[in-house]
């Protein structure tokens, strides 16, 4: 059985866009090893695209967290694309049960 979830952002005022803080790290699987042996985190706002399929970091990011690539991707609409480095990273949302704080 999936397990449903969902993230809540309450503003005062209209907003154009959903922003959040999220905790970023490399990549790990934290059922095969116990939280204070977790790779290092850092805090940054997040910002939402409810119809993505995906998730797209900062430069910012992978220089901080000295992310490696793991492979390539084509990433864009069908004329204008580009060829992107593709990073394996764990993301944490606000209040969820994995956080590490």
Same mark, same amino acid.
């Not at 399929?53 to 580009?82: C, F, H, W, Y």
């Given at each position: 059985?999936?397990?449903?979830s969902?993230?809540?952002? @309450? ?5 154009r ?6 905790? +970023?790290? @490399?990549?790990?699987? !934290?059922?095969?090893? %116990? *939280?204070?042996?977790? !790779? *290092?985190f850092?805090?940054? %706002? ?10 797209v +970091?900062? %430069?910012? @990011? ?7 690539? +793991?492979?390539?991707?084509? %990433?864009? !609409?069908?004329?204008?694309?580009? +060829? ?5 990273f ?9 956080? *590490?704080?």
């Amino acid at each position: 059985m999936s397990r449903a979830s969902s993230l809540t952002v @309450v503003y005062g005022t209209l907003r154009r866009s959903l922003v959040s803080e999220v905790t +970023i790290a @490399v990549a790990f699987d !934290p059922a095969a090893m %116990q *939280p204070d042996q977790y !790779p *290092p985190f850092k805090k940054y %706002q997040g910002i939402w695209d409810t119809g993505a399929t995906a998730s797209v +970091i900062t %430069q910012e @990011v992978v220089d901080e967290l000295d992310l490696k690539p +793991i492979g390539m991707i084509i %990433q864009g !609409p069908t004329r204008n694309i580009a +060829i992107c480095f593709a990073f394996g990273f764990f993301i944490w949302l606000p209040k969820s049960r994995l956080h *590490p704080t």
